[in-house]
Structure formats: structure tokens, C-alpha cells
């Protein structure tokens, strides 16, 4: 199938290694965050969000790490499994909008 | 989180022509989005859908070549006008959610201009 993931960053990991997902953004004002899944031939998918008040945040399975001071965020997945395959995103808002900005996309591939 | 539709999933198209997209969703929502997702790139947004008003477009977007309807709290079309290969992209659309500073995606419209 066709895969939106032809020239982006590319993380290759073990099955059942953690997985960290990194993304730096560039606007300091951006107070809200959010990762998304994209998997090849569908629309991104929901993960995890971040407010800007907060430094980390869980989910299942999945860890959002906001550093405002060198404006970076990670994903990290524990224990990574094979649906994990797919491309990630981040995206911001600023100024309490609703304007979502995309980061460039990183492809990760679980490797058997 | 809503369900969201979107027809056609894919086309190829022919250049000077136009494609309507349609984006359904299982429940009202106030704001709906057109985004572009280029071959290997990420997503630009287009423009904003509020039902009841004219559509807000982001820079480099204009209304002549991506007509926008809303005309109800559950559906939008996006158009591409006068298509040129350039325009071969994902076309995706989405909605807020109950928070209005989150959104979800359809599944996208996959255009491949000739």
C-alpha cells in the first residue's frame, strides 16, 4: 500500500524494546501538544496530548515528555510491539486556538 | 471519539478538472478541518469549517481553487479546482473533539492528478 512515510526520519527497533519518539517545535508561545499515529493508507489517529503545564504525561503504554526549556517533546513506547509500525507526528497549538501545526513526521519500524 | 467518513478514498483525476470531496461525521460538531498531506510529508491545513459562515483559509490556500461548503453540523465538501499534478496529495479532513483543542481525522481521499 502506499506509505506517507517515503522521506521521512526513520527509527528502527527491536520487538519489545522502548521506543522514543522525538520532536522539537519551534514557537514558545505553543501551550498545547498532541502525538498522532498515522499508519500507511489511513488518517492519523489520536494518541496522547500535553499541556504546556505539565512536564510528562501517560498513557498506555505510551509517555509524553515536554521540555519547554529546549522546546522538545518525546514519545516513548514501551515494550514496542509490530502494530506499532507506523508514521508519528506531533502537533501544536499556540495561543489557546484551535490551529493544529504538524511536526515533519518520524517512521518507525519494528523489526521481528 | 467521533466517527469520520470521507468519499471518495481515492481518484485519479485528469488535469483542468475538478474533484468534490465529502466528509461525514457520526455527530454535530461546531468546527471541521481540510487538511493536505503531500507524498511523504506532513499535514498543512487548509482551512476552517465553521457551519453557517465562510470558510477561513490559511495562507497560500484561496477559496477560487478549494470551495468549501458546510451546510450542516455533521458534513462538509472540500473541492480542488481546475487540477494540476500538483495537487496529487492526501486530502484529509477533521473534526474538533469534546475538547475543542483536540481533533480527529477521516480517513483521507487519496487524488492523483494526471
Known amino acids: 500500500g502506499e506509505s506517507v512515510g517515503l522521506h521521512l526520519p526513520t527509527l528502527s527497533v527491536q520487538e519489545g524494546d522502548n521506543s522514543i519518539i522525538n520532536c522539537a517545535y519551534s514557537?514558545?508561545?505553543?501551550?498545547?501538544f498532541i502525538w498522532y499515529k498515522q499508519e500507511s493508507g489511513k488518517g492519523p489517529q489520536f494518541i496522547i496530548d500535553i499541556r504546556s503545564n505539565m512536564d510528562k504525561r501517560q498513557g498506555q503504554r505510551v509517555t509524553v515528555l515536554l521540555n519547554k526549556t529546549v522546546k522538545h517533546l518525546s514519545l516513548q513506547i514501551a515494550a514496542t510491539q509490530p502494530g506499532d509500525s507506523a508514521v508519528y507526528f506531533c502537533?501544536?497549538?499556540?495561543?489557546?486556538?484551535?490551529?493544529?501545526?504538524f511536526g515533519t513526521g518520524t517512521q518507525l519500524k519494528v523489526e521481528l | 471519539s467521533a466517527v469520520i467518513s470521507q468519499k471518495p478514498s481515492r481518484d485519479i483525476c485528469q488535469r483542468g478538472t475538478s474533484l468534490t470531496i465529502q466528509c461525514q461525521v457520526d455527530s454535530q460538531v461546531t468546527m471541521m478541518f481540510w487538511y493536505r498531506q503531500q507524498p511523504g510529508q506532513s499535514l498543512t491545513l487548509i482551512a476552517t469549517?465553521?457551519?453557517?459562515?465562510?470558510?477561513?483559509?490559511e495562507s497560500g490556500f484561496v477559496i477560487d481553487k478549494f470551495p468549501i461548503s458546510r451546510p450542516n453540523l455533521t458534513f462538509s465538501t472540500l473541492t480542488v479546482s481546475n487540477m494540476s499534478p500538483e495537487d496529487s496529495s492526501i486530502y484529509l479532513c477533521?473534526?474538533?473533539?469534546?475538547?475543542?483543542?483536540?481533533?480527529?481525522f477521516g480517513p483521507g481521499t487519496r487524488l492523483t492528478v494526471l
Open positions: 502537533a501544536e497549538i499556540t495561543g489557546g486556538g484551535n490551529k493544529l501545526t
Open positions: 477533521s473534526v474538533e473533539g469534546l475538547r475543542a483543542d483536540t481533533q480527529y
Open positions: 514557537n514558545s508561545a505553543s501551550d498545547y
Open positions: 469549517a465553521n457551519q453557517g459562515s465562510e470558510a477561513t483559509y
